[in-house]
């Protein structure tokens, strides 16, 4: 019987850097595909997994993974476009990365700058629904990581009213938390939430 779940999987090399990410719906057998046909898999020590119950949703956690850390052997970031739309190649480039990004269709056309506005909206928004400023600047930074931004501490800090160093040390933790796997569903969902809330605006704006 087929497994119904799709995975994330996670390579690792013996001093824990995250050399690639994928998604399969049998790892055991992509990783047979991957010893036979990759250069770097010899380099591979350890290889982690995450289940997720539809495909689309472990493809967004693979989007969010490469954008926000930078697997070594990744050569693109790609996700599904929005029905209706095409994904078409993010409007500037991250400078500590060495290979082409292919941002969500929902994103092309807003800069980085654009994507950190409107980051603080949502951050904001929490805050006026009487929740912490520790879960604003949650909802900044999951925002900035689902959109392939990576979300400067301070400045998050600032969209919730909360200290610069807070913000800071946030933003670190949360970063190695992604390259763990610990926030991976985490972004995953909030690409579903800014992808339908920014889909809406651009229906209501045309």
């Known amino acids: 019987m087929r ?5 994330l999987y996670r390579c690792f090399d013996r001093e824990g850097q995250l050399l690639y ?3 399969a719906d049998d790892v055991e057998r992509r990783k047979r595909q991957h010893a036979g046909e990759k250069y770097w898999w010899h380099d591979v020590a350890r290889v982690t997994k995450m289940a997720f119950p539809r495909r689309i949703e472990a493809l967004w956690a693979e989007w969010a993974v490469i954008t926000t850390c930078a697997p070594l052997y990744n050569a693109t970031a790609t996700i599904p476009a929005v029905p209706g739309e095409t994904t078409r190649p993010a409007p500037t480039a991250r ?4 290979y082409q990004l292919t941002a969500p269709a929902i994103r092309a056309g807003m800069t980085d700058e654009q994507v950190e506005q409107y980051a603080e909206q949502r951050a904001q928004a929490v805050l006026a629904h009487g929740e912490t400023k ?5 909802e900044y930074w999951l925002t900035c990581a689902s959109l392939g931004v990576e979300a400067r501490g301070t400045r998050m800090a600032k ?3 909360s200290a610069e160093s807070k913000g800071r040390d946030l933003a670190i933790r949360w970063r190695r938390d ?6 991976t569903a985490d972004i995953a969902a909030a690409l579903e939430r800014v992808t339908t809330d920014l889909s809406s605006t651009n229906t209501e704006e045309s």
Not at 3 to 7: A, I, K, R, V, W
Not at 95 to 98: I, L, P, V, Y
Not at 134 to 138: F, G, L, T, Y
């Open 3 to 7: 497994d119904p779940l799709t995975y």
């Open 134 to 138: 520790a879960s604003a600047m949650r």
């Open 21 to 23: 990410v994928g998604v």
């Open 95 to 98: 400078r500590d990365t060495n």
């Open 159 to 161: 969209a919730a009213g």
């Open 178 to 183: 992604l390259q763990s796997g610990a926030s």
